[in-house]
């Protein structure tokens, strides 16, 4: 789990560094510690992590296309896959079923 949140961090670190948005990586930076935490404990589900990389490989593919508004759109899916993941793995009941458009 610790190598995998690591390669997590890094990869949304660095879509966050190439979207030229100076504020959101530093925000990044300073909840690395928490952020790490989380990851942690969210990759010793195993069942997340294909999804989430074949997610991620998607989301690079849309951006080495070109094709900005679906890498956004991917980054979406791989938020709301993430979220509804989180609120199951800590057990948090009711989240994981609610619909957030």
Do not use: C, W
């Not at 949304?12 to 690395?32: D, E, K, Q, T, V």
Request: glycine share 6%; net charge neutral; no cysteine.
């Amino acid at each position: 789990a610790e190598q995998t949140a690591q390669v997590d961090f890094a990869f949304h670190h660095r879509i966050a560094m190439a979207s030229g948005n100076l504020i959101y990586p530093l925000m990044m930076n300073s909840f690395r510690v928490l952020y790490l935490d989380i990851l942690r404990r969210f990759y010793r589900d195993g069942s997340v992590i294909d999804p989430i990389f074949k997610m991620h490989s998607g989301i690079i593919a849309h951006i080495r296309q070109g094709k900005a508004s679906d890498a956004r759109q991917a980054m979406r899916d791989l938020l709301d896959f993430s979220e509804k993941n989180l609120y199951r793995i800590f057990g948090i009941e009711g989240k994981a079923d609610e619909n957030h458009d």
